[in-house]
């Protein structure tokens, strides 16, 4: 075998080393995202039931001081984790505010399907 085929062997085993170990770390991802949205949804059948409890008994749909708190809180544990506390608190922000839509059709007596509902920071 020449130098360069012999070259050309070992690049294609790295290379097919490197897809292997690819695929491997994608599946894990994959089983994340999975999982992240099995959690998301258990989330929101809590915060479905925050809303109806805060509908029927006239409260606001929004707590921005239970907001305040919860995002510190999450910023506190994203620094922790070593994630990016912005990031920590943009992914909060859009959850609540979801939460406050689908809060606020309750209160209104909108009925339908909630596609999406997030933790209520109340």
Avoid at 28 to 57: P, W
């Amino acid at each position: 075998m020449s130098e360069q085929s012999a070259h050309d062997a070992a690049q294609d085993d790295a290379a097919a080393e490197a897809a292997a170990e690819l695929a491997a770390i994608r599946l894990s991802i994959d089983n994340i995202d999975a999982a992240l949205v099995h959690m998301l949804a258990e989330r929101f059948k809590f915060t479905q039931k925050v809303g109806r409890l805060k509908a029927s008994s006239g409260m606001p749909p929004s707590d921005p001081e239970r907001e305040r708190v919860q995002i510190a809180r999450l910023r506190e544990i994203a620094m922790e984790a070593q994630l990016d506390p912005a990031f920590a608190e943009k992914w909060f922000n859009f959850v609540v505010a979801e939460v406050i839509h689908h809060h606020e059709r309750l209160a209104t007596g909108a009925t339908g399907v909630i596609a999406t509902s997030a933790d209520d920071a109340s």
